[in-house]
C-alpha cells in the first residue's frame, strides 16, 4: 500500500453538527476532529493506504491565510524529509479558501511528493456527507504515480482539479468546484482507478522559484473590486494601510470605473504595483485598451484572490514590473 501523510487543518470536511441533517448551522458547534480523528472516523482509508495522520489545525479555512501558509509550508516540507516511504501528502481544508491555500502551495512546496487538498461542502456529521469519499479518492491521488509531476492537485466530487485553475463556484453544491476556462484534469472514480486526461503547463511546484521558508510575514496585498459607482476609496485606503501591491479585480474585460482608474494611477505613482484582473470568474484580461492603468501587471486569467497570491510572493523577491509581468506570463 502507499504510505500517505494527512495534515490536518480543519474546515467542513472535520466538522461535528448537531444531527444529521445539520447542514449549515454546523460551524456554531465549534466541535471538529483533528488529523488523527478524521482518519478514524473514516478509518476505511486505511484499508488503502498506511495513512500517517499530521495534526496541525482545527479552524475554519476563513481563518486560514498568509500567517498559517507560512506555517504550512516547512510542516510539508519537514513532513516529506523525515518519512522516507511516503509516496504523497494530503492536505484536509475549508473550502472557504481551499483554492487559494492550494495555489500558494503550488507555488511554494519543494517536495516531489504529490500534495493534494481536500475538504467537503458537508460536515462528517451530516446524512449524505461527501468527506468520506472525498478523502479516500485524495489518498488515492495522493499515491498514484500519474500525480507526480502535476503541482499542487484539489480532490472534490470525483474530480481532480489543478491548484491554479480551481475555484469555488456554489455556496452549497457539492459540485462546487470548477476549472471554468480550462476543466478538469482527470477523474477518481468508484473501482478505485486514476484517470488523468491533460497536465498543467504553467509553471508550479515543486519548480517555482519562490523560497518561503524563512520569511516571517507576506507583503500586503489588497484586492479593489470595482462595481457601477466605485469611487477609488478603496485604493486609497489600501494604500494607507501600507499595501504594497494591489489587484484591480475590474469590469467585465478588465477596467476599472473612471475613479478607480485615477486612484489606482495615484498609487502606481507612490510605488504600489497594481495587478489588472477581472470580477467575472473567467477569461483572461488583454494587453490594449482594456489596460487602463499604464504600468500595471496583467493578470491573465487568474481570479484576483490567486493574482493576489502570486504578487505577494512576487513582491518578496523584486519590485520591478517587468519582473513581475514575466511571473504572471509563466505561472
Same mark, same amino acid.
Given at each position: 500500500m502507499?504510505?500517505?501523510?494527512?495534515i490536518?487543518?480543519?474546515?467542513?470536511?472535520? /466538522?461535528?453538527g448537531? +444531527?444529521?441533517?445539520?447542514?449549515?448551522?454546523?460551524? !456554531?458547534t465549534?466541535?471538529?476532529?483533528?488529523?488523527a480523528?478524521?482518519?478514524?472516523?473514516? *478509518?476505511?482509508?486505511?484499508? &488503502?493506504?498506511d495513512v500517517?495522520?499530521?495534526?496541525?489545525?482545527?479552524?475554519?479555512?476563513?481563518?486560514?491565510?498568509?500567517?498559517?501558509?507560512?506555517?504550512?509550508?516547512?510542516?510539508?516540507?519537514?513532513?516529506?524529509? =523525515?518519512?522516507?516511504?511516503?509516496?504523497?501528502?494530503?492536505?484536509?481544508? $475549508?473550502t472557504?479558501t481551499l483554492e487559494e491555500?492550494?495555489?500558494?502551495?503550488n507555488?511554494?512546496v519543494?517536495?516531489? @511528493?504529490p500534495?493534494?487538498m481536500?475538504?467537503?461542502m458537508?460536515?462528517?456529521?451530516?446524512y449524505?456527507a461527501?468527506?468520506g469519499?472525498?478523502?479516500?479518492n485524495? &489518498?488515492?491521488v495522493? $499515491?498514484?504515480?500519474a500525480a507526480?509531476?502535476?503541482?499542487?492537485?484539489?480532490?472534490?466530487?470525483?474530480?481532480?482539479?489543478?491548484a491554479?485553475?480551481v475555484t469555488?463556484?456554489?455556496?452549497?453544491?457539492l %459540485?462546487?468546484?470548477?476549472s471554468?476556462?480550462l #476543466?478538469i484534469?482527470g477523474h477518481?472514480?468508484?473501482? $478505485?482507478?486514476?484517470?488523468?486526461?491533460?497536465?498543467?503547463?504553467r509553471r508550479?511546484a515543486?519548480d517555482a522559484?519562490?523560497?518561503v521558508?524563512? @520569511?516571517?510575514?507576506?507583503?500586503?496585498v489588497?484586492?479593489?473590486? *470595482?462595481?457601477?459607482?466605485? +469611487?477609488?476609496?478603496?485604493?486609497d485606503?489600501?494604500?494607507a494601510?501600507?499595501?504594497? #501591491?494591489i489587484v484591480?479585480?475590474?469590469?467585465? /474585460?478588465? =477596467?476599472?470605473?473612471?475613479?478607480?482608474?485615477?486612484?489606482?494611477?495615484?498609487?502606481?505613482?507612490? $510605488?504600489?504595483?497594481?495587478?489588472?484582473?477581472?470580477r467575472?470568474? *473567467?477569461?483572461?484580461?488583454?494587453?490594449?485598451k /482594456?489596460q !487602463?492603468?499604464?504600468?500595471?501587471i496583467?493578470g491573465?486569467?487568474l481570479?484576483?484572490?490567486?493574482?493576489?497570491?502570486?504578487?505577494m510572493?512576487?513582491?518578496?523577491?523584486t *519590485? +520591478?514590473?517587468?519582473?513581475? %509581468?514575466?511571473?504572471?506570463d509563466?505561472?
Amino acid at each position: 500500500m502507499s504510505r500517505i501523510a494527512v495534515i490536518g487543518t480543519g474546515g467542513t470536511i472535520s /466538522s461535528i453538527g448537531r +444531527d444529521g441533517y445539520d447542514l449549515v448551522n454546523y460551524v !456554531s458547534t465549534g466541535k471538529k476532529y483533528d488529523a488523527a480523528g478524521l482518519v478514524e472516523w473514516h *478509518s476505511e482509508v486505511k484499508q &488503502i493506504a498506511d495513512v500517517v495522520p499530521i495534526p496541525f489545525r482545527a479552524v475554519s479555512s476563513t481563518a486560514m491565510g498568509p500567517a498559517e501558509w507560512l506555517d504550512l509550508v516547512p510542516l510539508i516540507e519537514e513532513t516529506a524529509k =523525515s518519512d522516507p516511504n511516503l509516496n504523497g501528502i494530503v492536505v484536509t481544508h $475549508g473550502t472557504a479558501t481551499l483554492e487559494e491555500t492550494a495555489y500558494y502551495l503550488n507555488l511554494t512546496v519543494k517536495t516531489k @511528493l504529490p500534495v493534494v487538498m481536500v475538504g467537503a461542502m458537508r460536515p462528517s456529521s451530516a446524512y449524505g456527507a461527501d468527506g468520506g469519499m472525498n478523502l479516500m479518492n485524495a &489518498i488515492r491521488v495522493a $499515491g498514484c504515480e500519474a500525480a507526480q509531476g502535476l503541482g499542487v492537485l484539489v480532490v472534490l466530487n470525483d474530480e481532480i482539479q489543478a491548484a491554479r485553475d480551481v475555484t469555488k463556484t456554489s455556496t452549497y453544491r457539492l %459540485q462546487t468546484f470548477r476549472s471554468p476556462d480550462l #476543466g478538469i484534469l482527470g477523474h477518481a472514480d468508484g473501482d $478505485g482507478t486514476i484517470e488523468i486526461y491533460r497536465r498543467p503547463t504553467r509553471r508550479h511546484a515543486p519548480d517555482a522559484e519562490f523560497d518561503v521558508m524563512d @520569511l516571517k510575514e507576506l507583503p500586503r496585498v489588497d484586492i479593489l473590486l *470595482s462595481y457601477a459607482g466605485s +469611487d477609488g476609496a478603496a485604493v486609497d485606503a489600501f494604500v494607507a494601510a501600507g499595501a504594497r #501591491g494591489i489587484v484591480s479585480a475590474g469590469l467585465g /474585460s478588465g =477596467s476599472g470605473t473612471p475613479a478607480d482608474v485615477v486612484a489606482l494611477n495615484h498609487a502606481v505613482d507612490q $510605488g504600489v504595483v497594481v495587478v489588472q484582473s477581472n470580477r467575472v470568474g *473567467s477569461g483572461r484580461v488583454l494587453k490594449g485598451k /482594456s489596460q !487602463s492603468v499604464p504600468g500595471a501587471i496583467i493578470g491573465d486569467n487568474l481570479t484576483p484572490q490567486k493574482a493576489r497570491i502570486l504578487l505577494m510572493l512576487a513582491l518578496t523577491r523584486t *519590485s +520591478d514590473p517587468t519582473e513581475i %509581468q514575466r511571473m504572471f506570463d509563466t505561472y
